[in-house]
């Protein structure tokens, strides 16, 4: 058992942690001798669950997400690795030099908060917040925390103007289309636009595709690679590995001459 002494006119703790080590942490002047036995109890919690650590010891957060980054490196595709380093980079300044067990829902509701308050958009927030939560969760894995704060924060649900936002997809008619078409001089594109329309590929499953993934015969595609910032890379999922039935006029226009659609020319 811990106790609470008294040096001069501040109180300080004493106890041991989970590795058998004796601590002593100094109270800020004012402190009462109440808030030192709550801080003592928190402590003590913290080594009956492994997760004491000396305060000078509490990595920042940014020391954290360094971490998690490269660690994450090793497991992911390398484009996918991006979007989670640009998401260390560039979205969590007011955390970066925050010791990672100070942060508590508060702080991270106000995070929530103020990316909605600047009009972010609601996908990118919660998007940054699955990598927040992640690095989060390796703190607690690395028991540099005991919880995820994140996990009992309020997540965002609507717009700053409190307007639940809504995703828009915009269908084309039959007539659109067919304005489009006429409107594509180029056979190459013709035959990208027509292919696209018709199958639903996205853009870097069709700007990945070979002539050998076409199967004349039962008039099909197989898709098998996508194009992404520069680079052909295989399907994350099974589900993204699939044949897709081929339209008769689909058929004619690659049977006539059409011819996929050079990465290069994507920007």
């Given at each position: 058992m811990g106790t609470v002494?008294?040096?001069?006119d501040?109180?300080?703790?004493?106890?041991?942690?989970?590795?058998?080590?004796?601590?002593?942490?100094?109270m800020?002047?004012g402190a009462t001798?109440?808030q030192?036995k709550?801080?003592?109890r928190?402590?003590?919690?913290m080594?009956?669950?492994?997760?004491?650590l000396?305060?000078?010891?509490?990595?920042?957060?940014?020391?954290?997400?360094?971490e998690?980054v490269?660690?994450?490196?090793l497991?992911l595709?390398e484009t996918?690795?991006?979007?989670?380093e640009?998401?260390?980079?560039?979205?969590?300044n007011?955390?970066?030099d925050l010791k990672?067990?100070?942060?508590?829902?508060?702080?991270?509701e106000?995070?929530?908060?103020?990316?909605?308050?600047?009009?972010?958009?609601?996908?990118?927030?919660?998007t940054?917040l699955?990598?927040?939560g992640q690095?989060?969760?390796y703190?607690?894995r690395?028991k540099?925390?005991?919880?995820?704060?994140?996990?009992?924060?309020?997540?965002?649900r609507e717009?700053?103007n409190?307007?639940?936002?809504?995703?828009?997809?915009?269908i084309i008619t039959?007539?659109?289309?067919?304005a489009l078409l006429e409107?594509?001089q180029d056979?190459?594109y013709h035959t990208?636009f027509l292919?696209a329309i018709m199958?639903?590929?996205r853009?870097?499953?069709?700007?990945g595709?070979?002539?050998g993934?076409?199967?004349?015969?039962?008039?099909?595609v197989?898709?098998?690679r996508t194009?992404?910032?520069?680079?052909?890379?295989?399907?994350?999922?099974?589900?993204s590995r699939r044949?897709i039935?081929?339209?008769p006029?689909?058929?004619?226009?690659?049977?006539n001459g059409?011819?996929p659609v050079?990465?290069?020319?994507?920007?």
């Open positions: 002494r008294k040096r001069g501040r109180y300080f703790l004493d106890f041991y942690d989970q590795h058998g080590q004796r601590q002593r942490h100094l800020s002047s001798k109440a030192a709550d801080q003592l928190a402590c003590e919690e080594v009956s669950k492994g997760t004491f000396p305060a000078k010891e509490v990595p920042q957060f940014a020391e954290v997400a360094r998690w490269a660690y994450k490196r497991n595709r996918t690795w991006e979007v989670y640009g998401h260390v980079r560039n979205h969590f007011e955390l970066n990672v067990n100070r942060i508590t829902i508060a702080t991270l106000k995070f929530i908060t103020g990316r909605q308050v600047q009009g972010m958009n609601i996908g990118t927030l919660r940054i699955v990598s927040l690095i989060l969760s703190a607690v690395h540099y925390i005991d919880h995820n704060p994140l996990r009992e924060a309020e997540r965002p717009q700053a409190g307007h639940e936002e809504e995703d828009k997809i915009a039959p007539g659109q289309i067919t409107q594509v056979q190459k990208f292919t199958t639903g590929a853009q870097g499953e069709l700007v595709l070979k002539w993934d076409l199967d004349w015969e039962i008039k099909q197989y898709i098998q194009f992404n910032k520069g680079r052909f890379l295989t399907p994350k999922t099974k589900g044949k039935d081929l339209a006029t689909v058929i004619r226009e690659l049977k059409g011819l050079p990465p290069t020319t994507w920007t």
